[in-house]
């Protein structure tokens, strides 16, 4: 990415309300210094949008010490450098077995470490509370055929005891990469608007969306650069996902008000406007090869499900609205009606039951229509025979 492109995505995260960025860094990746100079200077532009480095320990291998202390202090004096109890804040993906390297870092770095190792566990990661500053965790997805809980959420935060935990959001998983030895999904569903309810509810100290460009993992909630798709990742050509930025401004206020468990429409966001964003898959289940995909990762020990199990043929709605309303979607002219009950966001699910084609939305007051939108087509046509467990993502 260009400084330009890290330009253009830092004005739409922070339109989103998203306060900055977590840059995730891998030992040994000569793009590193580049892209960091370019996104710290694009957020230092910006303004009023911070970063902290995230360093990984998985995928090009473990960091040594010296390099981790010179990257943080690098940038820790950068305008854009994200600081919490007035430190500069970084984190990990992992890198459990240098555990012992952190108590020199942070003596020559003055950081506050807030680690991800989610392979620990809340009951592992205890016996280290007096190197961390507090915890991140990587498990934002559910496992099997259910939707997620925040039994794990809870743990972390009893286990930390009053330090910081930073809880992760994310609104889809689908990984298909064989170079990678990548293959599975985990349940996105309804997670995006569930999840958020869930943080609103426990009040973290912090978020960590996961993630704003992940594509080869479908997690990602920003805008698809040219050339930026992973090799092999064709599941996300033509599968935007930034509408998911269209309420999350929404969620956010009613999360930092910390006071309520609905999403009011005009008490905490300036100038709303009522609309609808919707997603879903455009193949259903059983419509082609599932591609050896399974539902679950069974390399983490979990069970391998058939993915039209765990991946359900539903589409998901959340509309807006300043009043009751009814809601309208309907699938190849076969239409399902809805009332959105309250003003604010009203959450739905509306089972495909074999219909395809063309998906419409409608948004209806006093037999009036407010707000429409257009989603592609639901089709048994697979491209390349194989179902794409991506999700759509629209809005009007």
């Not at 000569?30 to 970063?51: Q, R, W």
């Not at 473990?62 to 981790?68: C, E, K, L, T």
């Not at 889809?172 to 958020?196: A, E, S, V």
């Not at 050509?237 to 009011?264: C, N, Q, R």
Request: hydrophobic residues 40%; proline residues 6%.
């Amino acid at each position: 990415m260009s400084r330009e492109d890290w330009a253009f995505d830092l004005a739409m995260a922070k339109a989103a309300k998203i306060d900055g960025f977590a840059m995730n860094i891998a030992a040994g990746d000569p793009n590193t210094d580049a892209v960091l100079a370019a996104a710290y200077s694009a957020a230092e532009a910006v303004g009023d949008f911070k970063m902290f480095l995230s360093f990984d320990y998985l995928s090009m291998g473990a960091w040594g010490i010296d390099q981790v202390i010179n990257k943080i202090n690098q940038y820790k004096s950068s305008p854009a450098q994200f600081r919490y109890d007035s430190k500069p804040l970084v984190s990990t993906f992992e890198g459990v077995s240098n555990i012992g390297d952190w108590s020199g870092i942070k003596s020559a770095t003055g950081c506050f470490f807030i680690p991800d190792w989610s392979s620990l566990g809340p009951a592992g990661f205890a016996s280290h509370l007096d190197t961390a500053d507090g915890a991140f965790s990587w498990d934002a997805w559910p496992e099997g055929a259910e939707d997620k809980t925040t039994e794990a959420d809870e743990q972390w935060t009893n286990m930390l005891s009053g330090k910081p935990f930073m809880m992760p959001v994310s609104p889809w998983f689908y990984t298909n990469m064989p170079n990678w030895h990548k293959n599975w999904l985990w349940r996105g569903d309804n997670l995006w608007h569930d999840r958020w309810q869930q943080v609103i509810r426990l009040q973290p100290a912090m978020v960590q969306i996961l993630t704003w460009n992940d594509f080869g993992e479908s997690s990602y909630i920003g805008p698809i650069h040219q050339g930026s798709v992973p090799e092999g990742a064709e599941y996300v050509v033509d599968m935007p996902h930034e509408a998911w930025l269209k309420f999350l401004p929404h969620y956010i206020d009613t999360y930092k008000a910390g006071s309520s468990t609905t999403f009011p429409f005009n008490s905490l966001v300036a100038s709303p406007e009522e609309g609808i964003t919707f997603w879903y898959k455009r193949n259903p289940g059983k419509s082609g090869d599932n591609g050896g995909t399974t539902g679950n990762n069974p390399a983490q020990g979990q069970p391998a499900l058939a993915p039209e199990l765990v991946s359900q043929d539903i589409i998901f709605v959340c509309a807006l609205v300043a009043e009751p309303s009814d809601v309208i979607v309907s699938i190849g002219g076969a239409g399902t009606s809805l009332r959105a009950t309250h003003s604010g966001i009203n959450h739905f699910s509306v089972t495909l039951d074999g219909r395809t084609g063309v998906v419409d939305f409608k948004i209806q007051r006093n037999e009036r229509e407010i707000i429409s939108a257009t989603g592609p087509e639901i089709t048994n046509s697979c491209k390349n025979g194989l179902v794409n467990w991506n999700a759509f993502v629209g809005s009007s």
